[in-house]
């Protein structure tokens, strides 16, 4: 019988890949996905570190297996990603039945550190090197992660896929735990992230988004020819069966002029730009040492708005940062009033271990100052959104059909009629009535109603999308 393998994945959109990646190699040595710990032979947590909240999570998961882990001492229990390679061993302390301790450089030696685990009875740890412990190119080796084998089945969608072409990041923002954890910044070679989106094209994929921490800084060096996010974007374009294409998260300094062409000339090619600006306030971003200016956002923000009138610009804050001062949240509502943002990720700075921050500045305002700056930049931002939704009404948009709605879920799916949920190429999320059938095709959507996070609407029927893949109605 096959071996049951159980998977939580918190975080960021690395990590679900990076899961999608342990599934794959772990079904080549036999095992299938199980829903419930209990059933598992492995029980694996691809963890998050940006945030104490997500490493809260997972410690309160892991506090649930103990009986479990006595009752069965053969299921290999392991900790991955973020949080294994900034607290090592240290999670042993907190959970001693722990056997895994992996880091997001390490997943590829997931199968045979289970095996030893189980053998040899004894605690695994595979991490990469910290930032100082090496040669720089020791470390970059120690860091990278492997990517070709992919598992449809653990995709958002089996039409929706990640494709990694940047892993790490060196921008060193203070706040931040992403550079110790996923190491310096490497972009992947283009020949590898083409033939990648090629087999994603094969197995069914229309829509494919490029990752990076800062996707915008990609850059591949092969003897006299750089390549960047700009060639990139126009060599997938070329991959027969990919409709669609994203990217993100981007960094304002990196938002240049032929990125923005590119995404002027490719139609394929999705002008949804998420450009976190982190704050309104100069004396904050430069504590975050972010390394731009208000005006230099402000530059970045004129110059999209010429090249690409059609963007959809969102952001991420961070609100309490150290020191902020009331004045500086001011000009961050301000900054959200001025640039109207599709969108806002909006987090309460939380101390990180390891970050300089956490070493050289005290985080000073007090918690429920966060929760009411954060409560209060939300409602801002929400307002902003339902407001710029309202244009939508009456207009016709083209979306890629994701699957049955939240609602559509919840309710239990009987018969192949349904509300469906699916995306504009904006990123904007659109729910309809409509047939199963329709699901992973794009269809044109007529827009009767709009909220902050949601426009509703109808299926125009008997008009067929560029893929001509609409399928009306009416049909059985
Ligand atoms: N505290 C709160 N938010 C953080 N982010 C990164 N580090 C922290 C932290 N220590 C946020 C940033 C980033 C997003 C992914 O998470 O806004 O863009
Ligand atoms: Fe973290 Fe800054 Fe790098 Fe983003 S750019 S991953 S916030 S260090």
Not at 255 to 265: G, I, K, N, P
Not at 375 to 388: K, V
Request: proline share 5%.
């Amino acid at each position: 019988m096959g071996k049951k393998l159980y998977i939580e994945t918190v975080g960021c959109q690395m990590n679900v890949l990076d899961s999608e990646m342990v599934v794959a190699s772990l079904r080549h040595h036999g095992y299938e996905l199980t829903g419930a710990p209990r059933w598992a032979d492995a029980i694996l947590f691809n963890t998050c570190s940006v945030r104490q909240h997500a490493e809260d999570k997972v410690y309160s998961a892991l506090g649930t297996l103990k009986q479990l882990k006595r009752q069965r001492p053969d299921c290999v229990i392991g900790v991955l990603g973020c949080m294994a390679q900034k607290d090592q061993r240290k999670i042993f302390e907190r959970a001693p039945y722990v056997d895994l301790v992996v880091g997001p450089g390490q997943l590829h030696q997931i199968p045979k550190l289970i095996e030893r685990a189980r053998r040899e009875r004894t605690r695994q740890v595979a991490v990469s090197l910290d930032r100082t412990s090496g040669s720089a190119d020791a470390i970059r080796r120690s860091h990278e992660t492997f990517d070709p084998l992919r598992d449809p089945s653990m995709r958002p969608t089996p039409f929706q896929a990640y494709l990694r072409i940047q892993i790490g990041c060196d921008k060193f923002c203070t706040y931040c735990v992403v550079p110790n954890t996923r190491g310096p910044e490497q972009g992947r070679a283009p020949g590898e992230i083409v033939a990648e989106a090629r087999v994603l094209a094969d197995q069914g994929c229309r829509e494919v988004t490029l990752l990076g921490q800062t996707v915008n800084s990609y850059r591949y060096v092969e003897g006299e020819k750089t390549t960047r996010l700009s060639d990139l974007l126009e060599s997938v374009a070329q991959v027969d069966g990919i409709e669609r294409i994203k990217f993100v998260t981007n960094y304002p300094l990196d938002m240049t002029d032929d990125l923005l062409d590119a995404v002027r000339e490719l139609p394929k090619c999705s002008p949804y730009l998420h450009v976190p600006l982190q704050s309104g306030s100069d004396a904050v971003l430069r504590r975050m040492k972010r390394g731009y200016t208000v005006a230099q956002y402000d530059e970045m923000m004129q110059r999209i708005g010429e090249r690409l009138p059609q963007a959809a610009v969102a952001s991420d804050f961070i609100v309490g940062f150290c020191g902020e001062t009331e004045e500086d949240f001011e000009q961050t509502m301000e900054a959200v009033r001025r640039y109207r943002f599709k969108n806002s990720f909006i987090f309460k700075y939380s101390e990180r271990p390891g970050t300089k921050a956490a070493a050289r500045i005290p985080d000073d305002v007090p918690y429920e100052v966060k929760q009411r700056r954060n409560r209060e930049l939300l409602a801002l931002q929400n307002a902003i959104s339902e407001e710029d939704n309202q244009r939508f009404i009456g207009e016709k948009v083209e979306v890629l059909v994701e699957g049955p709605s939240k609602a559509a879920r919840q309710k239990g799916a009987s018969g192949p009629q349904m509300q469906l949920t699916g995306r504009t190429l904006c990123d904007r999320i659109v729910v309809f009535d409509g047939n199963e059938r329709q699901i992973g095709h794009f269809l044109p959507v007529v827009i009767y109603e709009a909220n902050a996070h949601t426009l509703f609407g109808e299926v125009v029927t008997g008009e067929y999308c560029h893929d001509g893949g609409a399928v009306p109605l009416s049909l059985p």
